[in-house]
């Protein structure tokens, strides 16, 4: 079962989740405008900061548990889609609009804010059910739950999020090369999150599960 936190922390851990998450796609959806050239795919800088979310999640499901996770998620989803929308208007393509372009409703960047939202409450509970479903079984390894919940969750994410932000986009190079992109930036996310996030995840784990277990006792194993 997860380590269920004092009640007294509960609503202070979550409040801070909830604000990580939105910067996060907030960081997103301003990164995913900016394209770049990985060994001649075209990809995102967004494909570098999402998969935090992903980590996030997983922690909190370990640690607090699958209905709080998805409370954060529920929590998120309204006011990342106005923040992502005003803060990717305001800076559109990388560069600062002016407060005045707020004035004018920008489509394109609604869409993109859009689909993040879509995106984001998919390939989130897909991870929350996908992670708690695998960690539940003792037999695994712990670092089994990240990674298949990674590989699912982010699969649907990216999926949902390039479909509906740049299927006959009104940005001719976007529109064109969608695919590509998504298939290159799942690849890199999924990498960095299986190199990188996962062991991330391990050390997260069990420096948290240390300073808990000398007020509460707690199970020796990170999975």
């Known amino acids: 079962?997860?380590?269920?936190?004092?009640?007294?922390?509960?609503?202070?851990?979550?409040?801070?989740?909830?604000?990580?998450h939105i910067a996060i796609i907030i960081a997103s959806n301003y990164l995913v405008q900016l394209p770049i050239d990985l060994f001649g795919f075209h990809s995102t800088w967004g494909a570098f900061s999402f998969p935090f979310i992903f980590?996030?999640?997983?922690?909190?499901?370990?640690?607090?548990?699958k209905a709080q996770a998805r409370r954060v998620i529920a929590r998120v989803m309204v006011p990342a889609?106005?923040?992502?929308?005003?803060?990717?208007?305001?800076?559109?393509?990388?560069?600062?609009?002016?407060?005045?372009?707020?004035?004018a409703f920008?489509?394109?960047?609604?869409?993109?804010?859009?689909?993040?939202?879509?995106?984001y409450v998919f390939g989130q509970l897909l991870d929350v059910q996908v992670f708690d479903r695998i960690r539940r079984n003792s037999?695994?390894?712990?670092?089994?739950?990240?990674?298949?919940?990674?590989?699912?969750?982010?699969?649907l994410d990216?999926?949902?999020?390039?479909a509906v932000a740049f299927w006959h986009s009104s940005?001719?190079?976007?529109?064109?090369?969608?695919?590509?992109?998504?298939?290159?930036?799942?690849?890199?996310?999924?990498?960095?999150s299986l190199l990188l996030?996962?062991?991330?995840?391990g050390i997260v784990l069990n420096a948290v599960l240390r300073i808990l277990g000398r007020r509460t006792p707690i199970e020796a194993s990170p999975a």
């Open 171 to 192: 940005n001719p190079f976007m529109a064109e090369h969608w695919v590509e992109i998504a298939l290159v930036d799942y690849a890199v996310k999924l990498s960095a």
């Open 1 to 20: 079962m997860p380590l269920l936190v004092p009640s007294s922390r509960t609503s202070r851990y979550l409040a801070l989740l909830v604000a990580f």
């Open 197 to 201: 996030f996962v062991p991330l995840y």
């Open 81 to 103: 889609l106005i923040a992502s929308y005003i803060v990717s208007v305001l800076f559109h393509e990388g560069r600062f609009n002016g407060v005045d372009a707020l004035g």
């Open 139 to 155: 037999r695994m390894p712990w670092w089994v739950a990240p990674s298949a919940s990674a590989v699912l969750g982010q699969a």
């Open 106 to 119: 920008d489509s394109f960047v609604f869409r993109i804010a859009f689909a993040s939202f879509a995106a």
């Open 158 to 162: 990216t999926a949902i999020f390039f």
């Open 55 to 65: 980590l996030a999640t997983d922690l909190t499901v370990r640690l607090i548990g």
